[in-house]
């Protein structure tokens, strides 16, 4: 990994997901990983996976529109396609699609949230994100570095501790999704913040 790759895990972003979090009892995390590394595609792993395989496509994808831009326009489209079914798939079949959406304080190399729950520090999670809009689905497992009271004005009685996680195992192109999703989000972010202070130093020139 470049380092540049390796800043780009730990750009942090507040973000809105579905997510949730199980305990996994002591002595059972290896079992969970190896499952994890051997496991079929599901409904719940589809998009990151259709994602996986589009950027490994991406470089030869580039190299046909610049010859044949009709068949890789066609290409695109059969690819969103792609996207479309699993997006159904995953609505049809998993739970986590329907419950609310959870604000997390997110990067590729853990999380901070607020939990209806308090864990121990050191105890092992499963973890279910579904990132939105793309509802790649990312199932990897982590390690509670601090549970405190949450605090503040905003601070939200139904989840009344925070968490501090650290993801201890992902798989690598979960990992590259969710790089990519941090980015996309920080440069939108960039766009609006931009957009707002141009309205605004118009605002006051005239």
Excluded: W
């Amino acid at each position: 990994m470049s380092k540049n790759d390796e800043r780009r895990r730990f750009f942090r972003i507040e973000d809105s997901v579905h997510l949730n979090l199980t305990a996994v009892p002591s002595g059972e995390l290896a079992h969970h990983i190896e499952d994890l590394e051997h496991r079929v595609v599901d409904g719940f792993t589809l998009m990151a996976t259709l994602e996986a395989l589009s950027q490994q496509v991406a470089a030869s994808l580039r190299r046909i529109e610049a010859k044949t831009p009709d068949v890789a326009d066609y290409l695109k489209i059969l690819d969103k396609k792609l996207d479309l079914i699993a997006q159904a798939f995953l609505a049809e079949g998993v739970d986590l699609v329907n419950q609310p959406t959870r604000m997390v304080n997110l990067s590729a190399s853990g999380m901070a949230v607020h939990s209806r729950d308090p864990f121990d520090p050191g105890q092992a999670l499963e973890i279910k994100m579904l990132l939105l809009p793309s509802y790649t689905g990312i199932l990897t497992y982590g390690t509670v570095i601090e549970c405190a009271s949450s605090e503040g004005a905003d601070a939200d009685p139904s989840y009344p501790y925070r968490l501090r996680i650290d993801f201890s195992f992902m798989r690598d192109h979960d990992r590259d999704a969710l790089i990519r999703h941090v980015l996309l989000k920080q440069a939108e972010g960039l766009r609006r913040r931009r957009g707002r202070q141009e309205h605004d130093d118009h605002a006051v020139g005239d």
